[in-house]
Every structure is written in C-alpha cells, then in structure tokens.
C-alpha cells in the first residue's frame, strides 16, 4: 500500500533586524515563545531523530563555516539534538523550500547566505531591507506506508538565510559587539521552532544588539528544552481506521 499523507506544512519567517551598537530596548517579560498550533500543539523536531543540515558559504565571509558549527554546537548543548553537517551546498532556500516534501525523504536544513530578491546568490525570503537574516520550518504529518502507524506532527526541514548586505555589519565569533554568532544563534532558535520574545536578555530578541558575548539566555534554553531532548521523542502511533 502506498504511504498517505496527510501534509500540514507551514513556514514562520522571522527576521533579525540590525540595530546600532548604542541601541537601548525596553524590556518584555523574560522567557521564551514556542511554535504552534492553533490549537496549542507545540511543533517541533523528533529530538531523537538527527537533524541533517547543509552550508552555503558562496557568498559567506571568512570563517563563516567555522561560527555555523560553534553555533550548532551550542544548539546541540542547549536542546540535546543530534545535529549531522553534510557538507556544503550551492542551494540557496526561497519560499518555495517546503514544496514536493516526500515521507521519508526529507530535505536536509540548509544554512546558506544571500541576498534579497531574485536571481543567482539571492533569496527571496529575505525582506528588501532591513535583516540580517530569517529562519524557518516546515512541518508534516504523515502514515506509514501500510497505513498502520500515524506519525504525529513534526518539523521535517528548515532553514537559515543570512543577508550577506550585512556581512560587514557584524564581527565574526561570538565575542563582545554585534556578531555574526548572534545572528546565527537566533535565527537556528527559529529553525528549531523558537519565535521572537521582548526581553533584550535572550537571542530571540529580535534586534541584534552589542553585547558582551553571544549565548542563549535563560529564556531561551527553556524554550530549547521545550523543543529539545527534555521534551521526549515523537513516536509513531498505531492508527485505528474508523
């Protein structure tokens, strides 16, 4: 029997504006906002299940592959997500990443750099102005091939697209100032299914702002282990046809 499924996917965008060094926010209640449903499901990745990713550095300053893996490494210590890079790609994610989604055959989450628009090296999931980068997800579920086993909703792809306009704006590393590893970090929290929250404390504030170092928050590592390990693994379930 074929495999049916039973596609939901959807994609939130979110963006990180680049704000001066001397920028001051007010601050929100602390914590942390998740993705999801309409009716309250929190949508996530299988944290059991590896997370496949790619890397398009083309148009990527130097050491720019370097900060995406210490970027990862801090998601993989926050969450407890095995995260495999598999090398590099020349793919550049556009709105349309989510399409011809097959079960089983899940694209890998591509983390690439590009400028807004259209055409070579350009993405058009970033906003003409303005950001420094986007994130998203892409979310299904579906039934084994025997119809037996329902797969319950999850994240199967995502991504991150850097606005390479601002490559000169941020320091690389993860140091002291406006860094690339601040972007990097906030826009992977979107591609795990973390939303923008108003606390200036966290990287999911929505502006990137100087900062003494670059490292998720305590609002954001409870968020990551809303998503994460601590969350439990998504099992398929035995499906009983009405």
Not at 175 to 197: M, N
Request: aromatic content about 8%; some cysteine.
């Amino acid at each position: 029997m074929s495999m049916r499924l039973r596609r939901l996917v959807a994609l939130p965008v979110a963006t990180l504006s680049l704000l001066l060094p001397t920028a001051t926010a007010s601050a929100a209640a602390p914590g942390y906002a998740l993705t999801e449903t309409t009716t309250h499901v929190v949508i996530r990745w299988n944290p059991c299940a590896p997370i496949h990713y790619k890397v398009n550095v083309k148009h990527a300053p130097k050491g720019a592959l370097a900060d995406v893996k210490a970027a990862v490494a801090r998601l993989h210590k926050a969450t407890g997500m095995t995260l495999v890079y598999d090398g590099q790609t020349g793919a550049i994610p556009q709105t349309s990443f989510d399409h011809n989604l097959r079960p089983g055959h899940f694209p890998p989450m591509v983390i690439a750099w590009a400028k807004p628009g259209k055409g070579p090296g350009a993405s058009n999931l970033l906003p003409a102005t303005g950001a420094a980068g986007v994130g998203g997800i892409a979310w299904d579920q579906w039934f084994s091939r025997d119809g037996r086993y329902l797969y319950p909703l999850q994240v199967v792809t995502g991504f991150v697209v850097m606005n390479d306009k601002y490559n000169a704006s941020y320091r690389p590393g993860f140091g002291a100032g406006q860094t690339r590893g601040e972007v990097l970090l906030h826009e992977l929290g979107h591609a795990v299914g973390l939303q923008h929250v108003g606390d200036p404390q966290q990287m999911m504030y929505p502006s990137a702002i100087a900062r003494s170092k670059a490292e998720y928050g305590k609002g954001d590592l409870a968020g990551l282990k809303k998503v994460g390990k601590p969350a439990g693994c998504i099992k398929p379930k035995l499906y009983v046809w009405p």
